[in-house]
């Protein structure tokens, strides 16, 4: 063999080992970015909705200077109601923090997480991730708009047969098999 191959044969290993060695130290040092996430998925609990044309989901202000709060994966399924009653479903944790009003025809659901109250070991985070799993809205043919104000909750309208309804949201909205 030549000069040329036993260089070239001595690049790859010394690659190789490089390659190794950074790996193993970010497998050592290297802190994961999921950390820093307040994970209140669980038991999804179903409750009924009172009747209403207007449905409004909104959140308070999650944002300070020190800190950031936002939703991570979260999905609202929106699908028709298999009975006469509107139905809302969410992880127990979730429940907690939400508050429900009745204004005339409106219904408003506000996720009320408090930054006062804030868990310990995410003091020092910039920016925390919330995990609330999915969330579903069960419709009857009563409502006519459903208005989504939460920071990064997607909409997924699923199988409805109406004739018209209105979705309005900041966010992305995907549709699977509505009429």
Request: net charge negative.
């Amino acid at each position: 063999m030549k000069r040329t191959t036993y260089i070239l044969i001595g690049l790859f290993v010394a690659g190789f080992c490089m390659l190794v060695g950074g790996m193993f130290v970010m497998y050592c040092l290297g802190k994961p970015y999921f950390s820093n996430q307040i994970n209140l998925q669980g038991e999804q609990l179903v409750q009924e909705l009172p009747t209403c044309r207007v449905i409004w989901m909104t959140q308070t202000e999650m944002n300070t200077e020190e800190r950031g709060i936002w939703l991570a994966n979260s999905l609202l399924g929106v699908l028709p109601s298999k009975g006469e009653k509107n139905t809302f479903s969410c992880s127990e944790k979730v429940n907690e923090y939400l508050k429900m009003t009745v204004m005339g025809d409106t219904l408003k659901i506000v996720l009320d997480y408090s930054l006062i109250d804030f868990p310990q070991e995410f003091k020092e985070s910039k920016y925390v991730g919330m995990i609330t799993g999915d969330m579903q809205l069960n419709l009857t043919s009563k409502v006519e708009c459903v208005i989504n104000d939460i920071y990064m909750q997607k909409i997924a309208l699923k199988k409805l047969t109406k004739d018209s309804i209105s979705i309005d949201t900041p966010n992305s909205i995907m549709v699977d098999s509505c009429d």
